[in-house]
């Protein structure tokens, strides 16, 4: 399974990017994105699950929003109200269990990296 991920960039503080993630396959039931700043540890930003429920770290929730296309085998993360402290390298997973809650995943997709700053 190869997942593929674009959509980082320079961005304004209070600036929006939507990041976009392709899974090769439809046999992936969770996905989810992480991010990892300078000197921090990689950390859950969203996740949603086979059934379409999600679930979001607290830094996000109200700005940030997860979402798939089972159609296209693919993730979305809608990210609004950006700041600097959003800055890292975004990574998105996937995994074949259909509500994983854990951090290893079976599937990851290379970095986008996104950087808030003016």
């Known amino acids: 399974v190869q997942l593929q991920a674009s959509g980082g960039g320079l961005v304004q503080p209070g600036g929006s990017l939507r990041l976009s993630c392709a899974a090769s396959v439809r046999t992936v039931y969770t996905m989810a994105w992480f991010r990892q700043a300078p000197g921090k540890q990689r950390e859950l930003v969203a996740a949603i699950y086979d059934d379409g429920s999600t679930n979001y770290a607290d830094p996000v929730k109200g700005r940030f929003t997860i979402s798939r296309d089972n159609a296209k085998n693919t993730v979305y993360l809608q990210m609004n109200s950006l700041k600097p402290e959003d800055t890292a390298v975004y990574y998105c997973?996937?995994?074949?269990?259909?509500?994983?809650?854990?951090?290893?995943?079976?599937?990851w997709g290379q970095g986008t990296l996104v950087t808030v700053s003016s």
């Open positions: 997973a996937a995994d074949r269990h259909p509500r994983y809650n854990g951090v290893s995943y079976d599937y």
